[in-house]
């Protein structure tokens, strides 16, 4: 999973810090002049995704994941992003979009409607838009 987030920085030459997992996870947080994403790694490997209950761990990791990026980054020169609640739903909507795993989709619309969804680009399967 990546956990994304562009950064400003008032470095003119500060690079992202990228670790990449099986999915692609993203938002952003600004601070400075420069923005600069920053990537977080959410590991995948000890969940099966096919249950619901991996699924819903990845979720929270996601979730966790991108407050992190949105509020932490501690880094030399980076600020956290002035609006982290914006920052770590976007990142989190990113992550579940790009993940294409129909039963994440349904962990986040547990805690999110599908308007909401549908806003972040996350195909929401017909079924489960339908209730």
């Known amino acids: 999973m990546y956990a994304k987030a562009a950064v400003k920085t008032s470095w003119s030459a500060v690079s992202a810090a990228a670790i990449v997992a099986c999915t692609s996870f993203a938002g952003d947080v600004v601070a400075g ?49 002035p609006d982290a ?22 962990a986040y619309l547990q805690t999110h409607t599908v308007g909401q969804a549908a806003a972040l680009g996350i195909d929401v399967p017909m079924q489960v838009a339908a209730k």
């Open 33 to 81: 002049p420069q923005e600069v994403t920053v990537a977080y790694k959410v590991s995948t490997q000890d969940l099966d995704l096919s249950k619901p209950a991996g699924a819903h761990e990845l979720y929270t990791r996601l979730k966790s994941a991108a407050w992190f990026v949105c509020t932490r980054t501690n880094r030399v020169g980076l600020e956290p992003s």
């Open 85 to 106: 609640d914006a920052c770590t739903e976007k990142a989190l909507g990113e992550a579940v979009r790009n993940a294409h795993v129909p039963l994440l989709v349904q």
